[in-house]
């Protein structure tokens, strides 16, 4: 048994127990939480103090760790496009590099205070690091298909590939591991492969996640059939003779492509307007929307439209993308630059942070919240003001 003490404890699902105590098991599953009052009733020398406040385990719902060998290759603010041209020039590396920084990332990302992950993968190269079992994990499968006669092949190769990251399902009763099939983005995935993931049964119980509306590139190409994407295409050597520009943004095109049951985790949503984020939560209600703002700095030089997102707060979660297009893995960083460029009241930012990419990946029933029988990790954060204003000096330190 652990108990736990701070100036606040903030437990998420209720509000903030000033001067409390969390009380838990060895293993972190939680066990009881005191008010001030209740406090009293516990043997001092038992109770570990701390100045600041607790916070369950903070969630990354978005990276891609297998790109964890690029970081600082690949330079910044010059676009989505010439982003993702450069990549594929430099991806490939020696499979034992990647699975190495797959590890030390993982470490690096528990070591400050991240308990879960949304992993996007490609490939096997970051299965090996993964049977460590650090953090819970879903994986995304990622596919990409441009040409919709392909779409079935493409489908089956990801059949394949979600096989293997399944067989490697509950080999740790104490860890969520769980994987899906996912489509890219709009510009480089076909209305058929989209459609065809969306209705596959698994799709309304685990997570679709796509890259959205990054770039303005993306609604340039979908309502006027032209822009940066569609020479990107052509660099590729990759065909938009089949390509028709729409009638709507991708976002509410790809919205329409969805079983209204699809459990869906938009990411980015960089350019995404008020009127297209509130259509798309009545077509599939089972949206959340993952922001990953270190990244559109480092890539678009850019950031989403926060006050939009604040007016479905508990839909909204963050991510840091992958180190190709961020400098560290780091929750805290991330809600250090949406607190920096927009008016957001902590709770607001720290639900964020955990709740609610636990309910996006599938996780709640564990993490997210400081509830008994929960198991969510616990962090503390120092550096708040008295007011308990988040800001640049907070600095967070893995109690458990
Ligand atoms: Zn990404």
Not at 10 to 17: A, D, H, K, M, V
Not at 164 to 169: P, Y
Not at 352 to 363: P, S, V
């Amino acid at each position: 048994m652990a108990y736990f003490k701070a100036d606040y404890i903030y437990l998420i699902s209720q509000p903030p127990l000033k001067n409390g105590i969390v009380q838990t098991t060895s293993e972190g599953e939680v066990i009881r939480l005191f008010n001030e009052e209740q406090s009293e009733a516990v043997e001092p020398s038992e109770v570990s103090y701390y100045r600041g406040v607790i916070v369950p385990g903070f969630v990354n719902s978005h990276c891609h760790l297998e790109l964890s060998h690029l970081q600082g290759k690949i330079p910044e603010k010059t676009g989505l496009a010439a982003f993702i041209k450069e990549i594929q020039k430099i991806r490939e590396c020696p499979v034992e590099i990647i699975e190495e920084e797959t590890l030390r990332w993982q470490e690096n990302m528990l070591s400050n205070g991240i308990v879960a992950m949304g992993d996007v993968c490609n490939g096997t190269h970051s299965i090996t690091a993964k049977q460590k079992y650090l953090l819970h994990c879903h994986n995304f499968i990622e596919l990409f298909s441009f040409n919709p006669a392909k779409a079935e092949e493409s489908l089956q190769l990801g059949k394949t590939l979600l096989q293997q990251f399944k067989a490697l399902e509950n080999k740790d009763p104490h860890k969520f591991f769980t994987s899906s099939i996912s489509p890219h983005a709009p510009y480089s995935t076909s209305a058929a492969l989209i459609k065809k993931i969306a209705y596959l049964p698994e799709s309304s119980a685990f997570t679709v996640f796509i890259h959205n509306q990054e770039s303005q590139a993306e609604d340039e190409m979908y309502l006027h059939g032209e822009g940066d994407f569609i020479t990107m295409l052509h660099d590729f050597n990759i065909s938009t003779k089949r390509w028709e520009k729409q009638e709507q943004s991708s976002l509410l095109s790809v919205a329409s492509w969805l079983h209204q049951q699809t459990k869906m985790l938009w990411v980015h949503n960089t350019f995404s307007k008020e009127h297209e984020v509130l259509q798309t939560m009545n077509k599939v209600p089972n949206s959340y929307w993952c922001l990953c703002p270190s990244a559109n700095l480092y890539i678009e030089n850019t950031l989403p439209n926060f006050s939009i997102f604040k007016t479905i707060p508990d839909r909204v979660c963050l991510g840091t993308d992958s180190l190709a297009s961020n400098h560290q893995l780091s929750i805290l960083d991330e809600m250090k630059v949406i607190n920096n460029t927009y008016a957001i009241d902590f709770e607001t930012l720290l639900k964020w942070a955990t709740i609610n990419g636990a309910k996006a990946l599938g996780f709640d029933s564990v993490i997210g919240s400081i509830e008994p029988g929960k198991t969510p990790g616990l962090n503390l954060l120092v550096g708040l003001t008295d007011e308990l204003y988040f800001n640049n000096h907070v600095t967070v330190k893995k109690l458990i």
